[in-house]
């Protein structure tokens, strides 16, 4: 995998349609994407929570491995986390049976905390401007999209979104659908991430992408942010 510096060819500098970010710089964007874990969800240890938990029983060095794995490749699905574990740390070759039993375990674990946990700070009066300022906003995450329909919606945030999209479908993939069906340019859109991944596919469609570092996992993220010009924010209350 190439290093963050190696992959992020692009400065952000010059680029960005507002030097700073407000309420008002906003409406320079015709679509805004949101990640969910740690963007619109104080989720993050939550999720880190639900792997020890699913992977209970299995040697530790093994689960350390997948954890350093998770946290290094933040914004990628469980599923592709999960496969990984079995197939490179463990080396087992046929664990369907296995994947299907951590991922029944994961969903139990995680998703009555999911819709309890709290939001990221100014994350709904931030949706509340932008549905005002009649903006399209979508969810794109690595968390699974049916659960996330149905967390958002107990958080009573689904009908600030036009679409809510997770996985099984990468990031990627979802992105180049979403910008085919809809006619949008990526060059009118912008990102809310948390991860090194949501960098990476916004950096395939020339879209800018801006860190919410409240609990991201990414180590090193923000300093790698700052080297490359890529704007940052702690929160969505800065955002005024």
């Given at each position: 995998m190439?290093?963050?510096?190696?992959?992020?060819?692009?400065s952000?500098?010059g680029?960005?349609?507002?030097?700073?970010?407000?309420?008002?710089s906003?409406q320079a964007?015709?679509?805004v994407?949101?990640?969910?874990d740690?963007?619109?969800?104080?989720?993050?240890?939550?999720?880190?929570?639900?792997?020890?938990?699913?992977?209970?029983g299995?040697?530790?060095d093994?689960v350390?491995?997948?954890?350093?794995?998770?946290?290094?490749?933040?914004?990628?699905?469980?599923?592709?986390?999960?496969?990984?574990?079995?197939s490179?740390?463990?080396?087992?070759?046929?664990?369907?049976?296995?994947?299907?039993n951590?991922l029944?375990?994961?969903?139990t674990?995680?998703?009555?905390?999911?819709?309890?946990c709290?939001?990221?700070?100014?994350?709904?009066?931030?949706?509340?401007y932008l549905?005002?300022q009649?903006?399209?906003?979508?969810?794109?995450?690595?968390?699974?999209?049916?659960?996330?329909?149905?967390?958002?919606?107990a958080?009573g945030l689904?009908?600030y979104f036009?679409?809510?999209?997770?996985?099984?479908?990468?990031?990627?993939?979802?992105?180049?659908v979403?910008?085919?069906?809809?006619?949008?340019?990526?060059?009118?859109g912008l990102?809310?991430?948390?991860?090194?991944?949501?960098?990476r596919?916004?950096?395939q469609?020339?879209?800018e992408?801006?860190?919410?570092?409240?609990?991201?996992?990414w180590k090193?993220?923000?300093?790698?942010?700052?080297?490359?010009?890529?704007?940052?924010?702690?929160?969505?209350?800065t955002?005024r």
């Amino acid at each position: 995998m190439k290093s963050p510096i190696e992959y992020f060819h692009r400065s952000n500098a010059g680029v960005s349609k507002v030097d700073g970010l407000s309420r008002k710089s906003l409406q320079a964007y015709d679509l805004v994407i949101f990640d969910c874990d740690g963007v619109i969800l104080d989720s993050n240890s939550i999720k880190s929570e639900a792997f020890r938990y699913s992977l209970t029983g299995y040697p530790t060095d093994a689960v350390d491995e997948l954890m350093e794995f998770h946290h290094q490749n933040g914004g990628i699905s469980r599923y592709i986390k999960f496969e990984y574990f079995f197939s490179k740390i463990l080396g087992n070759v046929a664990f369907e049976q296995e994947l299907e039993n951590v991922l029944n375990h994961f969903r139990t674990y995680a998703f009555d905390r999911l819709i309890e946990c709290p939001l990221v700070p100014g994350i709904e009066e931030i949706l509340i401007y932008l549905s005002s300022q009649q903006k399209r906003c979508f969810v794109i995450s690595g968390a699974d999209e049916v659960e996330l329909h149905e967390i958002l919606r107990a958080h009573g945030l689904n009908g600030y979104f036009e679409t809510v999209f997770g996985s099984p479908a990468t990031k990627t993939e979802i992105m180049r659908v979403l910008f085919k069906t809809t006619g949008m340019s990526p060059h009118s859109g912008l990102f809310f991430g948390d991860s090194e991944e949501d960098f990476r596919v916004c950096d395939q469609f020339d879209m800018e992408c801006i860190l919410v570092s409240h609990r991201t996992n990414w180590k090193n993220g923000s300093n790698i942010c700052r080297e490359l010009g890529r704007r940052e924010i702690t929160d969505f209350t800065t955002i005024r």
